[in-house]
């Protein structure tokens, strides 16, 4: 089961990405984030640092 906070201010600001490449990146992300911190196992790591290393290229 995966819960959403849609409180959370990423949720919000997710919400409002207009870009859709960049919402399913985003949205990606953060499931494969929630998955790793309780501890299971990313089906393909490599896609994960490819979509990480894409957001950390546009915000820098």
């Known amino acids: 089961t995966f819960e959403v906070n849609a409180d959370h201010a990423l949720i919000k600001r997710l919400k ?3 870009d859709d490449e960049r919402f399913a990146d ?7 984030q929630a998955l790793l911190s309780e501890g299971g ?3 393909d790591p490599a896609t994960f640092v490819h979509r990480l290393n894409k957001l950390l290229q546009s915000l820098l």
């Not at 985003?26 to 494969?32: R, T």
């Open 16 to 18: 409002d990405e207009a």
């Open 26 to 32: 985003l949205s990606h992300l953060l499931f494969e």
């Open 41 to 43: 196992q990313l089906e």
